[in-house]
């Protein structure tokens, strides 16, 4: 893999993290709507939407580059739709990232023949 693939990987597992985390304070939020005076709703939706059009973007963009079959990225989408499945993308693609660097670090420190 080159560097721009592994660097579209680190993107959507970053992304995946921060779009769980935002899943999570969304669905805090709804409940303290529900139970308190607390109405954060309104303002953690629309960030929350925003991290996951990013992760949508993130992810077609990652399939794309890594070539990857259309099972990969499905199970990618249905984990970002789960409270916590942010969490287990990160874990997937944690692996797949640092190989993916390490064969774009190896691939650059080979000489270029003349």
Do not use: Q, Y
Request: charged fraction near 20%.
């Amino acid at each position: 893999m080159d560097l721009k693939t592994a660097s579209a990987l680190h993107r959507l597992r970053l992304v995946s993290l921060i779009e769980a985390v935002s899943f999570l304070l969304l669905l805090t939020c709804s409940v303290l709507k529900r139970t308190t005076d607390f109405d954060a709703v309104p303002v953690m939706g629309p960030v929350h939407g925003v991290l996951v059009v990013l992760f949508l973007v993130f992810l077609a963009d990652a399939w794309n580059r890594a070539k990857w079959p259309l099972k990969r990225p499905v199970v990618l989408f249905v984990l970002s739709v789960l409270p916590t499945g942010g969490f287990f993308a990160d874990r997937m693609l944690r692996r797949e990232t640092e190989d993916a660097v390490v064969a774009a670090h190896g691939r650059a420190d080979v000489p270029a023949e003349a």
